[in-house]
């Protein structure tokens, strides 16, 4: 298989006519932005069709041409199953979510409304710096991603794929915002959906014998039911993923942006079912690819399969995929961090208020995206990225969520739980080569931990962090029944 598959011409000729593409089509469709809440929510009359489109459109970011096919070459099917559950789940969790706040808050813009209210400023303060650190993350990942895949298909240095993606991005999205995110999402949705259709095709059609047989023969341990993986990679993922995008103020905006109850759980539910099973057939692409060649590197599994026979019109079809991928998830990631700067900056720094406010955020994030294209041009293991914010984000989801039922939960309570979570699941969150942790193999030797444990850090560091604040919250509440 050659090093390179397009020249390095082509692939930035491609990306800035793609861009150009979504950049035009925004503009000319795009009606005036006549204040701050129209740039968060827009006119919030948005149908099924454009909230479907929308919510799938910024939850399936490029990370799904890595993610879940790197996760199942040594997670199994069940890491597989466990990612497209967790990307689902969400969906499903503001089903119930979704119309409380939007009772309670029919002016709303942002889960940090409710945060402000139901906690307290303080509570506010680190739920929102822990949002803004996971979206920031979740961005310099979605860039790194692109900037991994043009380099494998050209050998683009990452730094000019980080700064063109970038580039395009900002410069619709900062002027357009939220409606503007809906319009270009409901087309990068289209041409998402219908390239991986095509690549349903194409790659199971190249295969000699039965995917799952193939899969049986080469790989069996991967999809045994007796492989401890499969579980614990499987639950590991997809507490990881629903914890996190659940703190997602873009899922939280078309909440609100939605024209009424009815529009917006079915557009959940549509939602829902297209990220499962996407998210569930790029995991198996892991799992095929894996038993074609175990010694593949795990992120560019699907990418082996679609350019296995090096045609000039699928790599071209592969790179509007990530284009357009990449550029609804990070139009909407701009977007959410814009807007909570927005409508709660004021309560990190005083600067961040007055007339002049939207000035102010758009040189911040200006600022923003210069920390994103240092980063994303280092290249750092994009699954390792995730993880790192999801388990932030795991510290915390029990407290909150648990507080939309439990009005005694106070804001002292509250940062106790979410601090001890935090600090337990760090003690036990893997280093980037997964055999130590901060605990294991630092402050205490290897030798003094089962196997068992050793080989499942990652699941151990999100299922504590996950527990600890419930048994915290338990146990205070327990003691107060008794009183």
Same mark, same amino acid.
């Given at each position: 298989?050659?090093?390179?598959?397009?020249?390095?011409?082509?692939?930035?000729?491609?990306?800035?006519?793609?861009?150009?593409?979504?950049?035009?089509?925004?503009?000319?469709?795009?009606?005036?932005?006549?204040?701050?809440?129209?740039?968060?929510?827009?006119?919030?009359?948005?149908?099924?069709?454009?909230?479907?489109?929308?919510?799938?459109?910024?939850?399936?970011?490029?990370?799904?041409?890595?993610?879940?096919?790197?996760?199942?070459?040594?997670?199994?099917?069940?890491?597989?199953?466990?990612?497209?559950?967790?990307?689902?789940?969400?969906?499903?969790?503001?089903?119930?979510?979704?119309?409380?706040?939007?009772?309670?808050?029919?002016?709303?813009?942002?889960?940090?409304?409710?945060?402000?209210?139901?906690?307290?400023?303080?509570?506010?303060?680190?739920?929102?710096?822990?949002?803004?650190?996971?979206?920031?993350?979740?961005?310099?990942?979605?860039?790194?991603?692109?900037?991994?895949?043009?380099?494998?298909?050209?050998?683009?240095?990452?730094?000019?794929?980080?700064?063109?993606?970038?580039?395009?991005?900002?410069?619709?999205?900062?002027?357009?915002?939220?409606?503007?995110?809906?319009?270009?999402?409901?087309?990068?949705?289209?041409?998402?959906?219908?390239?991986?259709?095509?690549?349903?095709?194409?790659?199971?059609?190249?295969?000699?014998?039965?995917?799952?047989?193939?899969?049986?023969?080469?790989?069996?341990?991967?999809?045994?039911?007796?492989?401890?993986?499969?579980?614990?990679?499987?639950?590991?993922?997809?507490?990881?993923?629903?914890?996190?995008?659940?703190?997602?103020?873009?899922?939280?905006?078309?909440?609100?942006?939605?024209?009424?109850?009815?529009?917006?759980?079915?557009?959940?539910?549509?939602?829902?079912?297209?990220?499962?099973?996407?998210?569930?057939?790029?995991?198996?692409?892991?799992?095929?690819?894996?038993?074609?060649? !175990?010694?593949?590197?795990?992120?560019?599994?699907?990418?082996?399969?679609?350019?296995?026979?090096?045609?000039?019109?699928?790599?071209?079809?592969?790179?509007?995929?990530?284009?357009?991928?990449?550029?609804?998830?990070?139009?909407?990631?701009?977007?959410?961090?814009?807007?909570?700067?927005?409508?709660?900056?004021?309560?990190?720094?005083?600067?961040?208020?007055?007339?002049?406010?939207?000035?102010?955020?758009?040189?911040?994030?200006?600022?923003?995206?210069?920390?994103?294209?240092?980063?994303?041009?280092?290249?750092?293991?994009?699954?390792?990225?995730?993880?790192?914010?999801?388990?932030?984000?795991?510290?915390?989801?029990?407290?909150?969520?648990?507080?939309?039922?439990?009005?005694?939960?106070?804001?002292?309570?509250?940062?106790?739980?979410?601090?001890?979570?935090?600090?337990?699941?760090?003690?036990?969150?893997?280093?980037?080569?997964?055999?130590?942790?901060?605990?294991?193999?630092?402050?205490?030797?290897?030798?003094?931990?089962? !196997?068992?444990?050793?080989?499942?850090?990652?699941?151990?560091?999100?299922?504590?962090?996950?527990?600890? !604040?419930?048994?915290?919250?338990?146990?205070?509440?327990?003691?107060?029944?008794?009183?």
């Amino acid at each position: 298989m050659k090093d390179i598959y397009l020249s390095t011409q082509t692939t930035l000729i491609i990306t800035l006519v793609v861009g150009a593409f979504f950049i035009a089509l925004g503009y000319i469709k795009l009606k005036k932005v006549s204040d701050n809440k129209s740039f968060i929510i827009g006119d919030k009359k948005e149908s099924i069709f454009s909230l479907t489109t929308s919510l799938s459109a910024s939850a399936l970011g490029a990370w799904i041409l890595f993610g879940p096919a790197s996760a199942a070459t040594w997670g199994g099917i069940g890491a597989v199953i466990g990612y497209a559950l967790g990307t689902a789940a969400p969906m499903l969790f503001l089903l119930n979510f979704g119309p409380k706040i939007r009772r309670e808050f029919p002016n709303g813009m942002s889960l940090t409304e409710f945060i402000k209210r139901r906690f307290g400023t303080g509570i506010l303060k680190i739920v929102l710096i822990l949002i803004l650190f996971y979206l920031t993350i979740f961005l310099i990942a979605e860039v790194t991603a692109i900037a991994f895949l043009l380099n494998l298909i050209s050998k683009t240095p990452l730094w000019i794929t980080s700064c063109t993606t970038l580039i395009i991005c900002l410069l619709y999205i900062l002027r357009g915002g939220f409606k503007l995110s809906i319009i270009t999402d409901k087309y990068q949705f289209i041409i998402v959906l219908s390239i991986i259709l095509f690549s349903v095709f194409l790659i199971l059609e190249n295969l000699e014998i039965n995917s799952y047989n193939l899969i049986k023969k080469n790989s069996p341990t991967l999809i045994s039911k007796n492989y401890i993986p499969n579980y614990t990679a499987g639950l590991t993922f997809f507490i990881a993923v629903a914890a996190t995008n659940l703190f997602h103020q873009g899922n939280w905006q078309r909440v609100f942006a939605a024209k009424n109850n009815l529009i917006l759980k079915k557009s959940l539910i549509y939602s829902s079912i297209i990220s499962f099973v996407i998210v569930l057939w790029m995991g198996y692409t892991g799992l095929i690819s894996f038993s074609l060649d !175990p010694k593949i590197k795990p992120d560019l599994a699907f990418f082996k399969l679609m350019l296995l026979n090096e045609n000039i019109i699928i790599i071209i079809f592969v790179l509007i995929l990530a284009l357009s991928l990449t550029l609804s998830t990070i139009d909407t990631l701009i977007n959410a961090i814009t807007s909570l700067i927005i409508i709660d900056g004021k309560e990190i720094n005083r600067f961040l208020s007055g007339r002049k406010l939207k000035d102010k955020v758009n040189k911040l994030i200006l600022l923003l995206c210069t920390i994103v294209f240092v980063f994303s041009s280092k290249g750092y293991s994009i699954l390792y990225l995730f993880l790192l914010a999801d388990l932030l984000c795991c510290a915390a989801v029990v407290t909150i969520f648990y507080g939309f039922f439990k009005k005694k939960i106070n804001t002292r309570l509250s940062l106790v739980s979410m601090i001890l979570g935090l600090i337990s699941g760090l003690l036990f969150f893997p280093s980037q080569n997964f055999q130590s942790s901060f605990l294991v193999g630092n402050i205490m030797s290897v030798e003094n931990f089962n !196997p068992i444990i050793l080989s499942n850090l990652l699941f151990i560091s999100f299922i504590t962090a996950l527990i600890v !604040p419930l048994i915290i919250i338990t146990i205070y509440s327990l003691r107060n029944s008794l009183r």
